[in-house]
């Protein structure tokens, strides 16, 4: 069996690409993924949030643009939690190609 790590918030930079962060408005994001999650995995990502509060945690979700709404593709469960805080925006990271 091989040996398997998991990376919470991977993101793979091609050469000559440039990782960008900034806030988006929690109505202009989608989700990827819309399966069931684990109630205690969000409950994580809502007490981390409230510890670092009013700052957000890092490492933020990833995604990428599509349009002009953000769509996550990691991190999830840290963007349930910060609808939860009635949070306006949510801190993202994604990939801009030269």
């Known amino acids: 069996m091989p040996l ?3 990376e919470d918030r991977g993101l793979a930079v091609p050469p000559g690409a440039t990782v960008r ?3 988006v408005p929690v109505h202009d994001v989608r989700l990827a993924c ?3 999650m684990a ?3 969000v409950e994580a990502a809502y007490r981390r949030r409230i510890g670092c ?12 643009w599509g349009g002009d709404r953000f769509e996550i593709h990691d991190g999830r469960h ?3 939690a910060a609808l ?3 949070c306006e925006h949510i801190l993202v990271a994604w990939v801009e190609e030269s």
């Open 78 to 80: 840290e963007y349930v």
């Open 21 to 23: 962060t900034g806030y």
């Open 34 to 36: 819309k399966a069931r």
């Open 53 to 64: 509060a009013p700052a957000q945690p890092w490492p933020c979700p990833v995604g990428k």
């Open 4 to 6: 398997l790590i998991a």
């Open 84 to 86: 939860m805080l009635g």
């Open 39 to 41: 109630v205690g995995d």
